[in-house]
């Protein structure tokens, strides 16, 4: 099997991935594995998406009930016998399968030991490094850790696979059966990883899998440098000399975001648009975010030098106008064209929202408030919308329903406890209210106004006694 890169992949590849990492931030981990699960079915070629999903497989592990692991065991071992005699003649459909059984629960020894076998039958070696990263981390044994040096070793993992050979001679009883060859064999890749070799071919490949990360780091939105952008425009402007593509045309609106060159990365969006010929929701929220970034440039340049306009207060009540007519649009546009996807229907709430159409956003999450994944943050939006329309003790419902789903002590927990203390002050619980700011001061201790709440609370507690 061709090892590929995620910038060698097709577009959809990407944007799962983007979408992936976007559910992991917000704890929904088994959407982000249910998204990546058809991806790396069909693309079994790109390591990225074996890292990833590996990933969120086993922080979704952390919230599976000892049932779960059960059933995905005792299911795992009639289709295990299958895989097995599927991957003699068909290693990638193994692969797929087991995948499919991981998805349900990682913690699979079986499904994992297939994996790695198909993987290796594929030529797949990062698949094989991957599953048998997992199965040493959840069940670990000298011999699982010795093939996990030699997965690693296949796929170019020179130092991740010394150290596993060096955690497996700090743990052994009797040093004189330490795999001598395969430590020798290690220590001399990670040799040539770190460097300290000139070879100018490692050098290359090294540069690229940089270049391939910086690429990716782009597209997960977590790289605002604009020099490092610029450097992927030259990049992709010399490719499209070569050979024009939609998929780079893409990723060249995307560096041109981060470099703020909104114009040229609206043009981009829009010849994608245009070549692909039917609406993509999430290239038009591209495209929407060009556009008003565009506009909110020339607000700004207005705001600072007004000199150059005869009435700039004017101009920009105009463009702020242009700004909100278009997000609206959009916004309904999309949502009626795609109303199965979740995801744009919660966009249209929170405009809503925005807005200050109460109803309309009540109506629209509490549909949304259906699908699991955007449960949450529905309630918490459900809980604002009665505090608005003087309902705490609504609020408190929504809001409480929505903190005891959250797990983790993250900026979106901190903001529904936020609101769910102000319900319950209005409701006249006090104590409710001081133990839910207490939580967020422990995790931030200036969020928001809750000290001087905390403070306004201890002083009435005070003098009722």
């Known amino acids: 099997m061709i090892r590929k890169t995620v910038s060698q992949s097709p577009i959809y590849v990407r944007d799962t991935l983007t979408r992936a990492g976007r559910m992991a931030s917000v704890q929904d981990f088994e959407g982000a594995v249910n998204a990546l699960c058809p991806v790396i079915c069909k693309h079994p070629e790109v390591p990225m998406l074996f890292d990833r999903i590996r990933e969120y497989e086993l922080n ?50 079986l499904i994992l030991g297939a994996l790695a076998a198909a ?23 000298p011999i699982r850790m010795k093939k996990l040096a030699e997965a690693m070793q296949r796929n ?28 020798q064999a290690a220590m001399v890749l990670a040799s040539i990883e770190r460097g300290n070799f000139n070879d100018q071919k490692s050098h290359k490949a090294n540069a690229a899998d940089a270049e391939d990360a910086i690429i990716q780091q782009l597209l997960d939105g977590t790289i605002h440098d604009a020099a490092q952008a610029q450097l992927l425009i030259d990049r992709f402007s010399a490719e499209l000399r070569q050979k024009d593509s939609v998929d780079m045309r893409r990723k060249m609106a995307d560096a041109y975001m981060v470099a703020e060159k909104f114009e040229d990365a609206l043009r981009e969006y829009q010849a994608v648009a245009e070549r692909l010929g039917v609406l993509d929701p999430v290239l038009d929220k591209h ?14 340049s207005i705001k600072a030098d007004p000199s150059g306009y005869e009435n700039p207060e004017a101009e920009i009540a105009k463009l702020e106008k242009d700004i909100y007519d278009y997000r609206w649009e959009h916004a309904k546009l999309r949502a009626y064209r795609f109303p199965n996807d979740m995801q744009l229907q919660f966009d249209l709430g929170e405009l809503q929202f925005e807005c200050a159409m109460y109803d309309d956003a009540v109506a629209t999450f509490t549909a949304v408030a259906e699908n699991p994944q955007k449960r949450r943050g529905s309630l918490v939006y459900l809980g604002r919308c009665a505090l608005l329309a003087e309902k705490p003790a609504e609020a408190v419902g929504f809001l409480q329903d929505a903190v005891n789903d959250m ?14 203390g102000n319900a319950l002050e209005l409701t ?33 507690t005070a003098d009722q006694k």
């Open 156 to 183: 170019g993992q020179g130092i991740d696979a010394l150290k596993v050979h060096q955690d497996l001679i700090s743990k052994a009883a009797d040093k004189k059966n330490v795999d001598k060859a395969g430590l």
């Open 119 to 141: 993987s290796d039958a594929a030529d797949a070696p990062w698949g094989s490094a991957t599953a048998l990263k997992v199965l040493c981390k959840l069940h670990p044994n």
């Open 428 to 460: 006249g619980d006090k104590d409710g209210a001081r133990e839910n700011y207490r939580q967020i001061l422990v995790s931030m201790a200036n969020y928001r106004d809750v000290p001087q709440r905390m403070q306004y609370l201890e002083a009435e």
């Open 287 to 300: 495209i929407e975010k060009a556009y008003i970034s565009q506009l909110k440039k020339v607000v700004e």
């Open 407 to 420: 797990p983790r002590m993250d900026k979106y927990k901190r903001e529904a406890m936020y609101y769910l």
């Open 60 to 109: 979704k592990l952390k919230y599976q009930s000892g049932g779960i692991k059960f059933l995905g065991n005792f299911c795992g071992f009639f289709k295990f016998l299958v895989i097995k005699a599927v991957s003699v003649s068909d290693p990638v459909k193994a692969m797929a399968m087991c995948e499919t059984s991981l998805a349900f629960c990682v913690d699979n020894p």
